[in-house]
C-alpha cells in the first residue's frame, strides 16, 4: 500500500543553518506530494506541493523536487529563521490508487535556535 | 483567507459518553475529510464526504463513528461510545475538488481526552 517515510526528529539548528528533512514514499500510481507544517498550537498548513515527476515546490524559502527514480521529496531550506520552528509533515495523494485520502509521515519537529 | 474552523478546541469525555466534534469548512468546497492524530503518532485517515455521502473510509472508523453535514455550512464527527483509545487530535479539512490537483486545507483541530 502507499505509505509515507519521513526523517526522524527532533532537529535543531542554529539560525542561517541549511536544513534537510527527508522523505521517501512508497505509491501504486502517480502521487501528488505535498509538505505541510504545523506551528504550535495550530492546524496543518499547506506549504508546497508538486503534482508529477520532476515538479520543484517552493514557498516561504523552502523546496522541494519530486524525484520518481529515487521516490524521494526532501524539504529544503538554504537559511532557517527562528520562526521556521515548527513541525512538517510530508503527505501524499494517489486518487488513482487510494481514492482522495492523504497518507501522511510521522512528523519532524524542528527547533532554530538564535 | 478563507479558513476551515473547528470546535471546540478541547473536548474532554467520559468513557462510554457520545461526542461530537464540529467543523465549518471553506464556503466552495465540496470535499470533506476528518483525519486524527493520536500523540506522538502519524495523522491518520479517517473518512471523506462528498455530495452528501462517504467516498471513502478507513479500517479505523468503524460502526462507533458516523459523519454528518446537517446544514450548508457544518461537518461533524460523532462518536457514539467513546473509549480510551479515542483520545487523539481531530483535524477536519475540505478541499474544492479531488487531492491530485488541489490540496486538503485543514482546521486546527480538537484535542479529544477520554478519561
Known amino acids: 500500500g502507499d505509505s509515507v517515510t519521513q526523517m526522524e526528529g527532533p532537529v535543531t539548528l542554529s539560525e542561517e543553518a541549511f536544513l534537510t528533512i527527508n522523505c521517501t514514499y512508497t505509491?501504486?500510481?502517480?502521487?501528488?506530494l505535498f509538505w505541510y507544517v504545523q506551528y504550535p498550537g495550530e492546524g496543518l498548513q499547506l506549504l508546497l506541493k508538486?503534482?508529477?515527476?520532476?515538479d520543484k515546490g517552493s514557498n516561504k524559502g523552502f523546496e522541494a523536487t519530486y524525484r520518481k527514480e529515487t521516490t524521494s521529496f526532501h524539504l529544503e531550506k538554504g537559511s532557517v529563521q527562528v520562526s521556521d520552528s515548527a513541525v512538517y509533515f510530508c503527505?501524499?495523494?494517489?486518487?488513482?490508487?487510494?481514492?482522495?485520502?492523504?497518507?501522511f509521515g510521522t512528523g519532524t519537529s524542528l527547533t532554530v535556535i538564535p | 483567507e478563507p479558513e476551515v474552523t473547528q470546535t471546540p478546541s478541547h473536548q474532554v469525555t467520559q468513557m462510554g459518553q457520545e461526542v461530537i466534534l464540529r467543523c465549518v469548512p471553506i464556503?466552495?468546497?465540496?470535499?470533506f475529510y476528518w483525519y486524527r492524530q493520536i500523540l506522538g503518532q502519524k495523522v491518520e485517515f479517517l473518512v471523506s464526504?462528498?455530495?452528501?455521502?462517504?467516498?471513502?473510509k478507513s479500517e479505523i472508523f468503524d460502526d462507533q463513528f458516523s459523519v454528518e453535514r446537517p446544514d450548508g455550512s457544518n461537518f461533524t464527527l460523532k462518536i457514539r461510545s467513546t473509549k480510551l483509545e479515542d483520545s487523539a487530535m481531530y483535524f477536519c479539512?475540505?478541499?474544492?475538488?479531488?487531492?491530485?490537483?488541489?490540496?486538503?486545507?485543514f482546521g486546527d483541530g480538537t484535542r479529544l481526552s477520554i478519561l
Open positions: 479539512a475540505s478541499s474544492v475538488g479531488t487531492v491530485l490537483n488541489q490540496p486538503q486545507h
Open positions: 505509491a501504486t500510481g502517480y502521487p501528488s
Open positions: 508538486a503534482t508529477k515527476a520532476d
Open positions: 503527505a501524499l495523494s494517489d486518487p488513482g490508487a487510494t481514492g482522495n485520502q492523504f497518507y
Open positions: 464556503s466552495n468546497h465540496l470535499y
Open positions: 464526504f462528498y455530495n452528501n455521502e462517504i467516498s471513502e
